[in-house]
């Protein structure tokens, strides 16, 4: 540094020169000290240093060429399971262990703890070459194939994963390669049993009885499939959930043959379609008896998972639509119910006994959205939940029941067999009976006295119609880190080295068009993003309540001009299916788009 001179005044040179004759004299005595200045006020905090992984998507894993990715769970060990759901059959590219993803396939990325994976995270690559877009690609682990559609594990299942037999004469009905959910139920160190749901008409759910070695690497010791004729078979058995009281839960989805604005297809029992429709498989799963369409579109719980014989019921309580999942919160009351379907609903319900779903009140969520906003990457909504009606699996199923041995033989051109429009809307005006078929009621009902079957037969009508939100387009998977939501809720210390405050229940959303994007009722988004969907959240509130969704992240501008997949970009979310929460708070997204090879994603929220 220069130095720079000095300039002195002559006043002020005069005084310096008297202090300086000053200082030799004596000096006197100390003077006693003075009493202390008050404090000062404290400073600003200053602002948190930015997290540099917070807010940016990691590319965990591909899968090949055709498939989605479903079935993400991760254990309490981190062991992070998913499946590659019908990928393409024409892919030919064996992987290290000899494997080719041609058919459905269940696996596990092996020999990896995702509870402790490095601060810095690195990306798996996008696939470029045959060999890369016809495998798994992964960032961390190996992916390790715990069974394919159609394997015997040496005559432990002879009848093969995934395959679906008739209930009388065992009559292979499909071989299916759409495995889907997975839900872990951990017996010991190492051990457990991987449930796992296989999506088709009819459906089905798995057990692999697995061991983990030292090195992290699996073997399947057992396996079955479970046995669902107890309540009349299964379908479309997609994404699902296990209970805080361990036990798993199945979604049965696009079963339910309706839309926003009617009820049940009365296609059902037309004789015509029967050889030209999926819905044929379920004729053929119950012959010779018909099969009643009011008997499936509900969420199943495997209760006694770990015994030799699982037994399966059917909450009828939870309502009947396209269910995707059913997140039950701590206190195994509350429950949160996503509608996969164009015209969707988000539904809860709220147990009257905990760890009890047989018996509760169903509500369905009215939104409003926030005034000035349609972009999706920042418009959220307020929520209001409005009561539908309470109802038991046993007084439901005597409902359901009535429509038992309806065949083929009854089906009339233009006429239904199930219930109408006008019988929803004969429930929601407070009608004392049901209208007469020449009024437009159904036949089975027709001048009968008033109850509340409309609420869990045609759950998503009913709650349209009492004012509830129906515009929700592909409304996946719903969920939350339970640990996470008690210690928020509660107060119960349950994540080491973090005061939890907040919790949230995330919604995956596909696509972000049609009734979301119409300009009509309560939710009307623009359509930048479209097709390439995003990712929402709901702060959890006293009881477990919900009052607000709010966007977290949201796939790329849609460009339309494009085609393919380049109508979402590579590097960001392209129509997110589901989504699983980590006990540190980042999520796990699995996507179900038009990728070449659709992506696992890590997202690390701002603030979570």
Request: aromatic share 8%; with cysteine; proline share 4%.
């Amino acid at each position: 540094m220069e130095h720079k001179k000095i300039k002195m005044s002559a006043l002020a040179l005069s005084v310096l020169l008297a202090l300086t004759a000053c200082s030799d004299g004596d000096d006197g005595a100390q003077g006693s000290t003075g009493a202390a200045g008050q404090n000062g006020t404290d400073g600003l905090d200053g602002t948190n240093g930015s997290d540099g992984s917070a807010g940016k998507l990691t590319r965990l894993a591909t899968v090949p060429t055709g498939a989605e990715v479903t079935g993400i769970f991760l254990s309490q060990e981190g062991d992070l399971f998913f499946n590659a759901q019908h990928p393409s059959d024409s892919n030919t590219v064996t992987n290290a262990a000899g494997k080719t993803f041609h058919t459905g396939t269940v696996g596990v990325l092996a020999g990896v703890n995702f509870n402790n994976l490095p601060e810095t995270l690195i990306d798996s690559p996008v696939p470029v070459s045959d060999a890369e877009r016809q495998t798994v690609m992964s960032a961390y682990g190996q992916y390790q194939v715990l069974g394919q559609t159609g394997d015997t594990y040496e005559g432990k299942l002879p009848k093969g994963l995934g395959h679906i037999y008739s209930m009388v004469g065992d009559e292979l009905i499909l071989e299916n390669d759409m495995p889907d959910f997975n839900g872990f139920i951990q017996t010991g160190a190492g051990k457990g049993y991987l449930f796992t749901n296989w999506e088709m008409y009819p459906g089905g759910m798995s057990r692999m009885a697995l061991e983990k070695d030292n090195q992290g690497s699996w073997t399947v010791t057992d396996a079955m499939m479970l046995d669902f004729d107890g309540v009349k078979g299964t379908a479309a058995n997609c994404f699902g959930s296990v209970t805080p009281w361990n036990t798993p839960l199945t979604s049965e989805e696009w079963i339910v043959n309706s839309k926003v604005d009617t009820t049940t297809h009365p296609d059902w029992n037309n004789p015509a379609v029967m050889n030209t429709d999926i819905i044929g498989y379920m004729w053929q799963l119950t012959a010779p008896d018909a099969p009643n369409p009011y008997r499936y579109g509900y969420i199943a719980e495997v209760q006694n998972p770990t015994s030799n014989e699982p037994m399966v019921v059917k909450h009828y309580a939870l309502g009947r639509f396209e269910h995707e999942n059913a997140t039950v919160m701590p206190d195994g009351k509350t429950v949160y119910l996503s509608q996969d379907d164009t015209g969707g609903v988000l539904f809860k319900f709220v147990a009257d006994t905990p760890e009890d779903l047989s018996a509760g009140t169903l509500y369905g969520a009215k939104l409003t959205q926030d005034v000035g906003q349609n972009d999706p990457a920042t418009t959220g909504f307020d929520v209001a939940w409005i009561e539908l009606g309470h109802g038991d699996n046993a007084m439901i199923e005597a409902w359901i029941a009535d429509f038992d041995g309806i065949g083929t033989d009854q089906y009339v051109e233009g006429e239904t067999s199930y219930m109408t429009m006008a019988d929803v809307e004969a429930w929601a005006n407070g009608a004392a009976t049901y209208p007469t078929v020449a009024n437009g009621g159904g036949k089975v009902t027709a001048g009968e006295p008033m109850d509340n079957r409309a609420v869990f037969l045609e759950s998503r009508q009913a709650a349209r119609l009492k004012g509830a939100t129906a515009e929700w387009r592909k409304l996946e998977g719903i969920s939350i880190n339970t640990k996470r939501a008690q210690e928020a809720i509660e107060g119960v210390n349950t994540i080491d080295g973090e005061d939890v405050r907040d919790a949230y229940v995330y919604l995956a959303i596909a696509d972000l068009d049609n009734t979301l994007i119409d300009n009509e009722g309560d939710i009307q988004l623009s359509s930048r993003v479209k097709d390439c969907g995003g990712v929402y959240r709901a702060k959890l509130e006293e009881g477990y309540n919900i009052s607000r969704i709010e966007p977290l992240v949201m796939g790329s501008t849609y460009r339309s001009s494009l085609s393919g997949a380049a109508r979402c970009d590579v590097d960001q979310l392209s129509q997110p299916d589901n989504v699983i929460v980590m006990d540190d708070g980042r999520i796990i997204i699995g996507e179900d788009g038009f990728q070449e090879n659709n992506t696992l994603w890590l997202y690390e929220p701002v603030k979570k």
